[in-house]
């Protein structure tokens, strides 16, 4: 009875783990949404997200050296592309719309189409698209546009705002799609170093010109909130979750991992109503739930 009882358990794990990893990488990344509302009063966003880079430098760069990690030879310039277009262009839009006042949980529903947007494109990798993920193309669509139309009215939802939420899924999309088509395999570690240092090389001049960033950081606040916004960002985020991203595009193709994303909007809309009180009429719910609905008619099998 005993042997039984722990063959059961053990292929409860088995069947549990793949599992585990995709949903732990979910609830993550949607903490993403959320950090940039708690760290964004005390620092212009482009600035904020440079700490964040150098942050990760700091934490990796010894480790790498220290455990004599392998450098990706040959692969150098498509990992910075990768990591220009995932980390720089996806956050810089993110944050620079959500410091507009884009509420947190409508850019995750935004860029939380890009499983949508990364099927349709599924030739350019050598993977097909089927006619039920066409149709999911439309309600992904037709949700977002509800979702939207329902927050039409909110303070600091600009055309602007919205843009920029739009560059973050195109960035998004075609750095996972670069990666996997380009340089699917290489150490975590060290790769990691090379694509916050390109980022820091392409935001740093915009956070001079645009926000005035000088040495002293005379943008910043540094309170209780700021810092812990940033250790969060550096620790859980830029590490923790990109790493977790990096592993699962190594495991899937490039549609079953961007699908995870499908979970993100509603993620972080139950975070950000529990956490500022952010409200969504029956209409926006709606919105969600056929934008969720579209992306399930993409991904799955």
């Not at 947007?117 to 669509?141: D, H, K, N």
């Not at 859980?236 to 190594?250: M, N």
Request: charged share 10%; net charge positive; glycine share 8%.
């Amino acid at each position: 009875m005993s042997n039984v009882s722990t063959s059961s358990k053990s292929g409860l794990l088995a069947t549990m783990a793949p599992m585990a990893l995709p949903a732990f990488f979910v609830l993550l990344w949607s903490t993403g949404f959320i950090v940039a509302k708690f760290g964004l009063p005390y620092a212009p966003p482009l600035t904020f997200l440079l700490l964040r880079f150098l942050g990760v430098l700091v934490i990796l760069l010894p480790l790498v050296l220290l455990l004599r990690a392998p450098w990706p030879v040959g692969q150098l310039r498509q990992i910075a592309v990768a990591g220009i277009l995932m980390q720089a262009g996806y956050l810089a839009g993110v944050w620079c719309a959500i410091k507009l006042g884009m509420p947190a949980g409508l850019s995750a529903l935004i860029v939380g189409m890009q499983p949508v947007l990364t099927a349709c494109a599924a030739p350019l990798i050598g993977e097909s698209v089927r006619p039920r993920q066409w149709l999911g193309l439309f309600f992904g669509l037709l949700g977002v546009a509800m979702v939207v139309y329902a927050k039409i009215n909110l303070v600091g939802l600009s055309v602007t705002s919205v843009l920029l939420c739009v560059f973050a899924l195109l960035s998004m999309t075609a750095g996972t799609m670069f990666q996997k088509r380009h340089c699917p395999q290489f150490d975590l570690r060290t790769g990691t170093v090379v694509q916050f240092s390109a980022s820091i090389v392409v935001v740093l001049p915009f956070a001079w010109y645009f926000e005035g960033l000088d040495w002293q950081l005379s943008q910043v606040q540094w309170t209780g909130n700021f810092i812990g916004a940033l250790l969060w960002s550096v620790l859980v985020l830029s590490i923790g979750a990109i790493f977790l991203l990096f592993a699962l595009i190594r495991r899937s193709d490039a549609t079953k991992v961007t699908g995870l994303l499908y979970l993100t909007p509603p993620t972080t809309a139950v975070m950000a109503w529990i956490m500022f009180g952010e409200a969504f009429n029956l209409l926006g719910v709606a919105g969600m739930l056929v934008a969720v609905l579209g992306v399930l008619f993409v991904v799955r099998k």
